[in-house]
């Protein structure tokens, strides 16, 4: 493992109640024969972060006996319910004193950004100064790179379900965007109806 590899650990969302699919958490969807938060790690390895840490929220003693999640850390948030800005609090504290610099961010319900757009991603790493954005035709969506520089800041203004929306507005002339309409689909599974992206 390089120097390089072992500074941008994957940091996955999973803690999500899947209150529009009637309370069903999102992390223990079925895709491919495995529970979806199976998939994601998978998906933030083959993309080359070593080490991924996974917050858990809604039925997470549920996922831990479901999910085959050897060797990732897994970090609960008590406070799920406030929204994935909490989770992503939890899981920038959870990489504080790792030795990470940044944090490749994935959510557990986008299963159509596949690890060649993590790789993208995770390639525009340089420092803990870094931040990395995929686009979609040119929007802004996940995968984002964290650089550790910014996580004070991301934790202070990450509420709700906003996530690190609003710093990364406020630093959007600091991001480079990485085009990946051509590699992956950022639909989330969110309702019923997106249940048929599931395989």
Same mark, same amino acid.
């Given at each position: 493992m390089t120097e390089n590899e072992d500074q941008v650990a994957g940091l996955l969302l999973a803690a999500g109640g899947g209150r529009r699919l009637g309370g069903r958490p999102k992390a223990l969807l079925e895709h491919?024969?495995?529970?979806? #938060?199976?998939? +994601? #790690? &998978?998906?933030?390895r083959a993309a080359g972060c070593a080490r991924v840490h996974v917050v858990l929220g809604a039925r997470a003693a549920d996922v831990r006996a479901r999910a085959a999640l050897d060797g990732c850390v897994l970090v609960d948030n008590p406070a799920w319910e406030e929204g994935m800005g909490s989770s992503l609090r939890t899981g920038l504290g959870s990489l504080a004193g790792t030795g990470a610099r940044a &944090?490749? #961010?994935?959510? #557990?319900?986008?299963?159509g950004i596949g690890a060649e757009a993590m790789a993208r991603v995770r390639a525009g790493y340089?420092?803990?100064?870094?931040?990395?954005? &995929?686009?979609? +035709?040119g929007v802004r969506g996940h995968p984002v790179l964290?650089? !550790?520089a910014h996580w004070?800041?991301? &934790? !202070?203004? +990450?509420?709700?379900?906003?996530g690190a929306r609003a710093y990364l507005r406020e630093h959007a002339d600091r991001i480079t965007l990485v085009e990946c309409a051509d590699v992956a689909q950022p639909y989330d599974i969110d309702t019923e109806a997106d249940l048929v992206h599931l395989e």
């Open positions: 491919r024969g495995h529970p979806l #938060v199976e998939h +994601a #790690v &998978a998906v933030l &944090a490749l #961010v994935s959510l #557990v319900d986008q299963p340089r420092d803990e100064s870094s931040l990395v954005s &995929a686009t979609y +035709a964290l650089g !550790a004070p800041g991301i &934790a !202070a203004t +990450a509420t709700g379900d906003r």
